[in-house]
């Protein structure tokens, strides 16, 4: 039996925060009977994430953990995640809960009512925010943001918020066609599915910033402007009005989920 909802956590060296976060996300899953699947995306760790999901997954069978040929970056991950999943909504969230994990209901709710693509935000709601990003990076995600919204004019608050849900059909459409591997995946999949046609509701969400977050606003922010450009050029070739079977086979599913 398929699972209703698939929640995707891509992870890269995760070793002090990934069995805190797979027990918060079990936990509230008994406490909402969710009937849901976990897959962590291991993206090439090099230290003992993979082996805390490993023994995770003995336990509960709806845990899953895919590895990733090395080290490809967070779009990747989600994307090999989400293209496994077998939920009729699925969702990605970071490793960190910097949106606690309940918040999820208020996208799947989105979903329910005919939304095909629902966005966590930060933004839309400042008050939802317990605990603040320092000045400096408020400042560079802020430029950043605005910087997205007018080269892809993209209607949204807020593109980079790790808490995001699909409706199945348009989550394989969107990831499919998805080219960026790193940081910049996702206002590309928000273009996507602007592109293709979906519904797009942004969300506001109860968020944390959490202290260890990797990002780096110079290194990674330039590396995304660059793939801002790309985007763009991808855009301008056709590449997101290819219909989806030329970019990737079929994948086979994982264990189906006994609830």
């Known amino acids: 039996m398929n699972p209703e909802y698939s929640i995707v956590i891509p992870a890269y060296n995760e070793t002090a925060r990934i069995g805190y976060a797979l027990e918060e996300v079990l936990r509230v899953i008994r406490i909402r009977r969710w009937p849901a699947e976990v897959i962590v995306v291991d993206d090439g760790s090099t230290d003992d994430t993979a082996s805390i999901v490993e023994r995770f997954a ?12 090395g080290n490809r970056g967070k ?4 994307r090999n995640g989400i293209l496994h999943a077998s939920g009729e909504i699925v ?9 606690p994990i309940e918040e999820a209901e208020r996208l799947f ?3 329910r009512e005919g939304v095909d693509v629902a966005i966590g935000s930060r933004w839309l709601d400042r008050g939802r925010q317990t605990a603040h990003q320092p000045l400096y990076r408020r400042f560079f995600g802020r430029c950043f943001n605005r910087v997205t919204r007018m080269i892809m004019r993209l209607p949204f608050a807020d593109t980079q918020c790790g808490f995001k849900a699909f409706q199945r059909s348009a989550a394989q459409t969107i990831f499919r066609l998805q080219q ?11 273009f996507i599915a602007l592109k293709r046609g979906y519904s797009v509701r942004e969300i506001a969400v109860t968020w944390g910033h959490d202290e260890r977050s990797r990002i780096s606003y110079l290194r990674d922010g330039l590396q995304m402007l660059q793939e801002l450009v790309y985007i763009r050029w991808n855009a301008l070739t056709g590449v997101y009005r290819r219909p989806v079977r030329e970019f990737m086979p079929d994948i086979p599913k994982l264990p189906a989920v006994r609830n």
């Open 58 to 69: 003995a336990d509960h069978p709806e845990v899953h953990l895919l590895q990733n040929p």
């Open 75 to 78: 779009g990747y991950s989600v």
């Open 91 to 99: 969702m990605f969230t970071d490793a960190d809960l910097s949106a």
């Open 109 to 111: 709710a989105a979903i």
């Open 180 to 190: 960026i591997e790193r940081w910049g995946f996702d206002p590309e999949i928000l």
